[in-house]
């Protein structure tokens, strides 16, 4: 059998062998998904955006117990609902 090349997936930035850290993963998301958004604009009409579309970081929190998990999930599902409440809503 012969030597198959085989394309292997990006590393993020990481030496190969180590596992990517969540900063790792939102940023590529948010690096990919803001790359076809202004592809969106310039091909679709989409609406354009002023500066950035992502916040600078991210919030991270380590859920340790059944309470922690219910009084997140409620901030999750009710947070968006109080946007237009948002001084940067526009």
């Known amino acids: 059998m012969g030597t198959q090349n085989v394309e292997q997936p990006p590393t993020m930035g990481q030496p190969q062998g180590i596992a990517p850290t969540v900063g790792d993963v939102v940023g590529a998301f948010k690096s990919l998904s803001t790359n076809e958004y202004i592809r969106g604009v310039k091909n679709n009409g989409w609406s354009r955006f002023n500066k950035k579309l992502w916040q600078r970081n991210y ?32």
């Open 59 to 90: 919030y991270e929190h380590i859920i340790r117990d059944e309470k922690s998990y219910y009084q997140i999930l409620e901030y999750i599902q009710t947070n968006p609902l109080k946007w237009q409440d948002d001084k940067y809503y526009v």
